[in-house]
T-cell receptor, first 114, second 111 residues
Framework: AQSVTQLDSQVPVFEEAPVELRCNYS??????LFWYVQYPNQGLQLLLK??????LVESINGFEAEFNKSQTSFHLRKPSVHISDTAEYFC????????????FGRGTSLIVHP | NAGVTQTPKFRILKIGQSMTLQCTQD?????MYWYRQDPGMGLKLIYY???????DKGEVPNGYNVSRSTTEDFPLRLELAAPSQTSVYFC??????????FGQGTRLTVV
């Protein structure tokens, strides 16, 4: 079985400050990890993914996440946030143990204040 | 490419009514999914399919049914709607271990 825990339901931060959204997973086999972003009244969009190779992955809009196998974590970071980053962020895991079906965390609401 | 298309976007149902949520993808993905999203609860898997003619239950299948007669289409059927089925429903598709592509969602209210 696989599962995902997002440790913070809400993260308030001021504009231009750094932010970290935490994600821990559990799985007994090799995993594929994803971060999705959801803007109000929209579907989820992929932000970044780890499938294999380098453990540090980046998005085009400045987010990055690091796959840490020993800590079973995949935390999302951004060194300087913008108002437009305000959204819901979901961490997801898939694995052969879960038939490659993605399991999602409960989401973290990032609120960026001016 | 349209990606994943869901219809309708909004619907109000009376208790006991039935409806079908439509989902179509044009990316030739083999995997398709239906999730429901409730506030603070993340996404819960209702049903999934790994190819035409193959479907299986997810975490919360009660009160729902699916079929997959083609690669492109994966409709979700609600029989005898109940207030507990008030939610936002998302259809998604993917290749096996790669990222999922989501539709825009269907906001369903059962009154």
């Amino acid at each position: 079985a696989q599962s995902v825990t997002q440790l913070d339901s809400q993260v308030p931060v001021f504009e231009e400050a750094p932010v970290e959204l935490r994600c821990n997973y559990s799985s007994s086999v090799s995993v594929y990890l994803f971060w999705y972003v959801q803007y109000p009244n929209q579907g989820l969009q992929l932000l970044l993914k780890y499938l294999s190779g380098s453990t540090l992955v980046e998005s085009i809009n400045g987010f990055e996440a690091e796959f840490n196998k020993s800590q079973t974590s995949f935390h999302l970071r951004k060194p300087s946030v913008h108002i437009s980053d305000t959204a819901e962020y979901f961490c997801a895991v898939s694995s052969s143990g879960g038939s490659y079906i993605p399991t999602f965390g409960r989401g973290t609401s990032l609120i960026v204040h001016p | 490419n349209a990606g994943v298309t869901q219809t309708p976007k909004f619907r109000i149902l009376k208790i006991g009514q039935s409806m079908t949520l439509q989902c179509t993808q044009d990316m030739n993905h083999n995997y398709m999914y239906w999730y429901r999203q409730d506030p603070g609860m993340g996404l819960k898997l209702i049903y999934y399919s790994v190819g035409a003619g193959i479907t299986d239950k997810g975490e919360v299948p009660n009160g729902y049914n699916v079929s997959r007669s083609t690669t492109e289409d994966f409709p979700l059927r609600l029989e005898l709607a109940a207030p507990s089925q008030t939610s936002v429903y998302f259809c998604a598709s993917s290749w096996r271990e790669t990222e999922a592509f989501f539709g825009q969602g269907t906001r369903l209210t059962v009154v």
